[in-house]
């Protein structure tokens, strides 16, 4: 099961591997649980385990193969960040993607080698979705062929970016270009932040740290003012626009081929998010088959709170998401790798199918996983909302994924966009013209689901379900919003008037992808064992996400009364079926118990002993009496008793 997750064997042993290399090397653990360190303790030692990293990276990993490295970071640095957590996300995929190959020869290296720390330095304090309101200007002086930096007022000053508070000393910098008083839009620029040697600000650069976050706090989100700062001409990021020496501007293939390192991220943090659900529900599921807690028959001993059907509701429809995510998040990654080839080549011909497909499943994956990771903590009662399960810092990890590369919402509406097309095209006779992503929109679907009638029809029937709801709501949407436009409405007016149903379109266009890559992969399996157990969680998944959007296909008879109450009794029965094989589901990640850094969600299950050493461990049980007594309470009660 572990090469399925992970994509083959081989990735799966030198998972393995890697994590009991780290289990043999005491200096990269952490030296106490990270919810007893302050901020400041945490950014430390979170530099001292990245240092000792880089020099014995080689030992442990091969430093050139991403996933290796992704599996390192997450079993010594953890998900609450690192102080180069940006360089690799987006720094050096932002050089790899835009800058031209003279500019990589000179950048990347260094960038590699770790001599230098970069971060990508986009969203302002006043806008962050907007990017044509971004106000951080990049003005060309023909004279000295220096772009000039600035930052007209406190509202465009950057704000967010990771790392840039205090680690980076380079960031790929995102501003407005201006030649000869004309605006070009937002551009990246390679920049150089502080001195290589003092690391001190540049002169004309002001920067820090933006402060404590819900979560992440590892990262040293950062804001950046300009004052007037000269870069080069050749900084700005060539590969697919040019500045030449006398200001003429060569105009990029496609207009958004700079959000590149946008994109680069909504692909890849779908493994992420599903890594992090997967990890909550590891937490959950291990505790609750050792916490007992009640009597199902009276006449027996307490059962173990997984033997509950609201606790396996609550629980193993998001095993069923992690796993879908996991599956879908891989094919994700191949197609964006794939269009990133030919991007790099001049064919820019798929961006737009790619950018439709990350935005829907960033919002929808994230989204869902944020619902796991809190039914999680909930699955685990009080111990669940101590810092002990680690729930609540997954948590608050993931759901930053709800917000950062596009907030939820927008790259909806975003997706909504490419459907509202593709609705066009069907309307307009022209089906055939449709990618391979909606064709769906353009076939005649059945008048009803045959779903309990066809029982042995694999999941044929669902994903017909699935696709009938998404089609027949991308069709109400579009109608919608063509609607208002003849009636005479302004086209963004119009647009924001049916925004509500143009996302529900989005999240079930999505949903539909998410299912069929699931169908696709248990499709693939050979071994019958695995097969079966993924089959299992493939009819949970399906029975539980269609029951969930079931109100799409009654609204029109598409599915029944009675076909509602099968699909209920099906993700009852699945329910049942998986119960025996639920924690070997979530084992099969094979999370290390250093990764998971969860006292609850430990290996060996030895939940109360641990619990009661970590509360000991308390830094406020270091002395019986506090100074908070001393100073304040003693006194106060003594004053009452007087
Ligand atoms: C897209 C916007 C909303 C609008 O852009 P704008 O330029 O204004 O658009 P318009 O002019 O209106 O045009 C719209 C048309 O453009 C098309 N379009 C838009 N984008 C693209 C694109 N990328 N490609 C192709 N086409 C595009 C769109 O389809 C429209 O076409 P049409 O007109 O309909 O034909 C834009 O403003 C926007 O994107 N806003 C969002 C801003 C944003 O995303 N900011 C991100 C800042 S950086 C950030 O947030 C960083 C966060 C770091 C987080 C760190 C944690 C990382 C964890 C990662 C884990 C990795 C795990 C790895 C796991 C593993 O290895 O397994
Ligand atoms: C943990 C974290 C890490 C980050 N890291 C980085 C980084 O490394 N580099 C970087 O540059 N940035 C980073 N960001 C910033 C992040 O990319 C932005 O916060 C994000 O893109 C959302 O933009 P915003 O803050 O402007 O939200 P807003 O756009 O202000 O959103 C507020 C509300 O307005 C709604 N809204 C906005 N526009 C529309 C619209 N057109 N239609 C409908 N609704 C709309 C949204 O849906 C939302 O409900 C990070 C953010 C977080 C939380």
Request: charged fraction near 20%; include cysteine; proline fraction near 4%.
């Amino acid at each position: 099961m572990a090469a399925q997750i992970w994509g083959s064997e081989k990735r799966a042993r030198r998972r393995r591997e890697i994590s009991a290399k780290i289990a043999q090397m005491p200096e990269l653990h952490d030296s106490k649980p990270l919810p007893f360190m302050t901020r400041e303790e945490k950014i430390m030692e979170s530099a001292r385990k990245l240092t000792i990293l880089t020099e014995k990276m080689g030992q442990i990993i091969d430093p050139t193969d991403p996933a290796e490295l992704y599996h390192l970071n997450n079993e010594v640095l953890g998900l609450e960040g690192n102080p180069m957590a940006l360089h690799g996300v987006m720094f050096i995929p932002a050089l790899s993607a835009q800058a031209s190959d003279e500019q990589q020869a000179k950048w990347l290296p260094r960038a590699l080698r770790r001599e230098i720390i970069g971060t990508y330095a986009q969203t302002e304090l006043g806008h962050g979705t907007n990017l044509q309101n971004l106000e951080t200007t990049a003005t060309y002086d023909l004279a000295t062929q220096e772009f000039v930096l600035h930052t007209p007022q406190i509202t465009a000053l950057k704000w967010w970016p990771g790392n840039l508070g205090k680690s980076s000393n380079y960031a790929v910098v995102v501003a407005h270009m201006i030649i000869k008083a004309k605006n070009y839009g937002p551009h990246p620029f390679m920049v150089q932040l502080r001195d290589e040697k003092t690391h001190e600000p540049l002169p004309g650069i002001t920067i820090g740290d933006i402060g404590p976050k819900m979560a992440y706090n590892i990262v040293d989100n950062g804001f950046l003012g300009f004052n007037k700062y000269r870069i080069p001409r050749t900084n700005l990021l060539m590969r697919h626009t040019k500045v030449e020496a006398d200001g003429t501007y060569i105009k990029p293939p496609h207009a958004k081929i700079n959000y590149s390192a946008m994109v680069h991220v909504r692909a890849y943090m779908l493994t992420g998010q599903a890594i992090m659900l997967a990890s909550a529900l590891n937490i959950a599921t291990r505790y609750s088959s050792v916490r007992r807690q009640g009597q199902i028959d009276k006449s027996q001993p307490e059962v173990k709170v997984l033997e509950y059907q609201t606790q396996q509701h609550r629980l193993f429809p998001s095993i069923a998401r992690a796993y879908a995510f996991q599956f879908a998040g891989a094919e994700t990654v191949k197609l964006y790798e794939h269009v990133l080839k030919e991007m790099k080549s001049g064919n820019v011909s798929l961006m737009a199918d790619l950018h439709a497909l990350t935005s829907g499943l960033k919002s929808v994956v994230t989204y869902q996983t944020g619902e796991g990771i809190e039914q999680a903590r909930m699955a685990c009662g009080g111990h669940g909302y101590s810092m002990a399960s680690y729930i609540s810092e997954i948590y608050g990890v993931a759901i930053g994924g709800c917000t950062y590369e596009g907030e939820n919402m927008v790259m909806l509406l975003q997706l909504a966009r490419y459907l509202v097309k593709s609705a066009a095209l069907v309307k307009s006779g022209q089906s055939s013209k449709l990618g391979p992503l909606v064709a769906y929109l353009g076939v005649k679907s059945e008048p009803t689901s045959l779903i309990d009638r066809i029982p042995n029809s694999g999941f044929t029937e669902y994903v017909k379900t699935f696709q009938h709801v998404s089609k027949r709501q991308t069709l109400k949407a579009a109608d919608m919003f063509f609607g208002l436009m003849e009636k005479g409405e302004k086209r963004e007016i119009a647009w924001n008037k049916c925004s509500v149903e143009l996302n529900r379109a989005s999240r079930l266009h999505t949903r539909l992808f998410i299912v069929e890559a699931f169908v696709r992969r248990v499709n693939e399996i050979a071994d019958i064992r695995i097969k079966e157990a993924l089959t299992d969680l493939l009819h949970l998944h399906v029975n539980y996400e269609l029951l969930d959007i079931a109100s799409y296909a009654l609204e029109d008879g598409f599915l029944s009364a009675s076909q509602l109450d099968y699909i209920r009794d099906q993700v009852y029965l699945y329910l049942g079926k998986i119960r025996p094989n639920a924690v070997s589901l979530l084992d099969s990640w094979e999370f290390s118990d250093i990764e998971l850094r969860s006292v609850l969600g430990r290996r060996d299950g030895n939940v109360y002993e641990n619990l009661f050493k970590w509360a000991k461990s308390s830094p406020l049980n270091k002395t019986d009496v506090l100074s908070s007594v001393t100073q304040y309470l003693k006194p106060m009660m003594e004053k009452a008793r007087l």
